[in-house]
């Protein structure tokens, strides 16, 4: 690729780093160690039998929207205006606030 496409290609994604952006990268980061988690906890909840289920698509599906949102604030968070930062920031105290509380349930 020529270095004017590669600089074209570079112009078109705009990455602001501000709190929106930095809160966006750790639930990118959190979405996949939450996935790692909840993959083990999955198998061990099917070969136990009890909550087959609900185990599998919260594994799925958790991370999935997690890693979703933390995408959309990584490369969009620069445009939100300082409400929707602020509603971002407290949905992700309360998401970590319930990993917490799933991770030690399944102690």
């Known amino acids: 690729m020529s270095a004017r496409k590669a ?3 570079m112009e078109m994604v705009a990455i602001g ?3 929106a952006s930095l809160l966006g990268f ?3 980061v959190s979405a996949i160690a939450y996935f790692a988690v ?3 906890q999955a198998t061990v ?3 136990s039998g009890r909550d087959r289920t609900t185990r599998i698509i919260q594994s799925v599906f958790a991370p999935l929207i997690l890693l979703l949102s933390g995408a959309i604030l990584f490369f ?3 445009r ?3 409400l929707l930062q602020f509603q971002q920031y407290t949905m992700s105290i309360l ?3 319930l990993v917490f509380l799933d991770l030690r349930r399944s102690r």
Do not use: K
Request: charged letters at 10%; zero cysteines.
């Open 7 to 9: 600089n074209l290609l």
């Open 17 to 19: 780093i501000n709190w």
């Open 26 to 28: 750790l639930q990118i």
């Open 38 to 40: 909840s993959i083990n």
């Open 45 to 47: 909840a099917v070969r």
């Open 76 to 78: 969009q968070g620069w």
């Open 80 to 82: 939100l205006d300082p």
């Open 95 to 97: 998401i970590v606030y």
